[in-house]
């Protein structure tokens, strides 16, 4: 399988070093947790504008009495009250073609495996769905829209105990999924993006953009010291380059004439890809 190479310019020591594959960290504030520990535990990454996460467990089932309790891995961060969230699920890869695999947003009042909670979850095949639980360790419940797949947008908002899901596939005509849930929720909660599988043989896989939390865009800023590319150089097996490309820190090719990975002209967004290297 091809494998890359990333090529890093340390803006502060002006020396040019390579890493093998591309470092990325949370944004601040979030974590990554797997909440009801699913026999394949999921992770997340970041690369400045998009989240990629992956999921096991049995996801987020309602509808059923004896199921009280959620498992899934949920990327989140902690926040108190009101707020809208909005993210696009850019792909969605499902383990052994499971129709329960599940990748979405959720407000949750804690990490306990049968807290509280509101969430909208897209499957490979089976629609978009709107859940909630409206106490501890009870029943969940839901409203289903068939037909709809990613890519698609979620938005999930909370107004006091008031919860409502959304989609749509243009990012611009809304529909709403069922009616609204009443959770009796605290203040404080956790949020963010969920993934699952519905098989303990393998990871749910998903690619989330244009994340937003009330009203705020999660992108990358200098603070985050991120490792960002400037030359990616895709190789095959054998170490030969099968593609180039090259990016100064907000992702926008710079020209490089010479070839040594420096952009010709220094730009303030190249400027802002330097590497905090330890």
């Not at 820190?249 to 010479?258: H, L, Q, R, S």
Request: net charge negative; glycine share 10%; hydrophobic share 35%.
């Amino acid at each position: 399988a091809p494998r890359a190479t990333e090529y890093l310019y340390d803006w502060q020591d002006r020396q040019i070093s390579t890493k093998s594959g591309v470092e990325t960290t949370l944004p601040s504030g979030f974590s990554d947790s797997n909440i009801g520990s699913p026999a394949m535990t999921g992770s997340g990454t970041f690369d400045g504008s998009s989240f990629q996460v992956s999921g096991g467990g049995a996801g987020l089932i309602a509808n059923s009495t004896a199921v009280t309790s959620d498992q899934f891995n949920f990327l989140s961060e902690s926040l108190s009250g009101d707020t809208t969230l909005i993210s696009r699920v850019a792909s969605l890869t499902s383990v052994n073609n499971n129709d329960g695999s599940q990748a979405g947003l959720m407000i949750r009042a804690n990490s306990s495996i049968g807290s509280m909670f509101a969430a909208v979850e897209v499957t490979p095949h089976g629609g978009v769905e709107f859940l909630w639980r409206t106490s501890d360790n009870s029943s969940a419940m839901s409203s289903i829209t068939l037909s709809v797949a990613a890519p698609v947008w979620l938005e999930l908002q909370r107004s006091g105990n008031s919860f409502t899901a959304s989609y749509s596939t243009d990012d611009s005509t809304w529909h709403q999924i069922g009616s609204t849930g009443t959770i009796s929720m605290g203040s404080s909660e956790m949020a963010g993006l969920t993934v699952s599988a519905d098989d303990n043989s393998g990871l749910g896989m998903a690619r989330f953009d244009n994340v937003s939390v009330g009203g705020t865009a999660i992108v990358a800023s200098e603070s985050d010291h991120l490792h960002r590319p400037l030359t990616v150089q895709t190789l095959d097996n054998a170490g030969e380059v099968l593609i180039t490309a090259q990016y100064d820190g907000d992702g926008i090719p710079f020209v490089d004439a010479n070839g040594d990975g420096i952009p010709d002209a220094l730009t303030s967004s190249a400027l802002r890809a330097y590497s905090a290297m330890d």
